[in-house]
């Protein structure tokens, strides 16, 4: 793990952003270097990595079924992103993406069509052309939000055999098993889908390290439910329920993001609205959550924020207010200090690391 590796910011270009940003963070002390223009790109929303080349695959959140993926080649020394191809995602507003670990697929979610793509990766990290796409069929019980599916967030297991779809429309971790050599998703015979309380619109999805448990956060009522994780089938068995926002809160504000820290021993949330990170102490022996109060993110609406390979810190990206603040992660309690540094980046959406 380099001291110094790369931070990627994917954005939304509609207010004067051109693509794809870069900057050099430092593990040590925790500060931004300077913000540059990695490659341009039309709504760059969500980044992924390539497992084992230099390569970031960016979703390229485009509507009424102009959606793609593109593939970049990394430049490790400067950060510059070489724009390789791009391919179709055969559906609308492609939000989140993810590359198995062997490179054999990316996997994007469609949020407004509500369907599911899978990619081949060619040998040079170049994608082909859709092998699949998994089209969903449901609603629920939020007649504005949830009339039909909305593939929200694709997570691939610890194991990498099993993909796990959050969809807000349906109320539904959809479960796949992946078959890498044929490109395809199959429903897993074990469990199907994992369903989420009426109304609460599950966006985000995370696993702990010990591949035990894992998290999905919803974006509509701001819970995040907890669920037992048997690597063996698939499965997941519902543990915990709990509110990412405190008591007394009386406003409006829905999730977005949620990543486990490396320990495994905390787990964080993002409010939009509440514009805080929600913070919780993970049972190791049981997975349940108990929560440990939420910290103010500096700025408005983070949509997403990202822990640094070193477990550190944590980086939230504020959308409507165009930053990016650095918070420092205590060790032993979790909590989230404020440093002081932040840097400036037209609405920022996602924060990824390489190197």
Not at 54 to 60: D, F, G, K, S
Request: net charge negative.
């Amino acid at each position: 793990m380099s001291n110094s590796p790369l931070l990627y910011i994917g954005t939304y270009t509609r207010r004067g952003g051109k693509g794809i940003y870069v900057a050099r963070f430092d593990t040590e002390t925790g500060e931004i270097g300077e913000v540059t223009l990695a490659a341009e790109a039309s709504n760059p929303s969500f980044l992924a990595l390539h497992p084992s080349q230099p390569i970031l695959y960016a979703a390229n959140e485009m509507g009424e079924g102009g959606g793609q993926v593109s593939a970049f080649a990394i430049d490790a020394s400067s950060g510059a992103l070489e724009y390789l191809n791009q391919q179709p995602t055969q559906g609308s507003a492609p939000c989140h993406l993810a590359a198995d670990a062997t490179a054999s697929v990316v996997i994007s979610t469609n949020y407004s069509s509500g369907s599911v793509a899978v990619m081949p990766i060619d040998p040079n990290g170049q994608l082909k052309p859709s092998s699949q796409v998994v089209q969903h069929d449901g609603s629920s019980v939020n007649t504005r939000r949830q009339q039909g599916p909305h593939a929200h967030s694709v997570t691939i297991d610890p194991t990498n055999t099993y993909a796990y779809v959050c969809d807000l429309g349906m109320d539904k971790v959809m479960i796949y098993q992946m078959d890498l050599k044929n490109g395809q998703l199959v429903p897993n015979p074990a469990q199907n889908w994992a369903r989420v309380t009426a109304g609460s619109g599950p966006r985000h999805f995370a696993f702990t390290p010990d591949q035990r448990f894992a998290y999905a956060i919803n974006e509509l009522d701001s819970t995040v439910n907890g669920f037992a994780f048997d690597a063996a089938d698939g499965s997941l068995k519902d543990i915990c329920r709990i509110s990412t926002l405190p008591d007394d809160f009386d406003g409006s504000s829905h999730c977005a993001d949620i990543h486990v820290h490396p320990s495994g021993h905390f787990l964080y949330g993002s409010n939009r609205g509440h514009d805080s990170i929600a913070i919780y102490a993970i049972d190791e022996k049981t997975g349940e959550l108990t929560s440990l109060g939420q910290t103010p993110t500096g700025g408005r609406t983070p949509r997403n924020f990202a822990i640094d390979p070193s477990g550190r810190w944590l980086l939230a990206a504020n959308q409507d207010t165009d930053d990016i603040f650095v918070f420092a992660i205590d060790q032993k309690t979790g909590s989230l200090t404020p440093t002081g540094r932040s840097v400036s980046a037209s609405m920022p959406v996602c924060l990824t690391f390489f190197g």
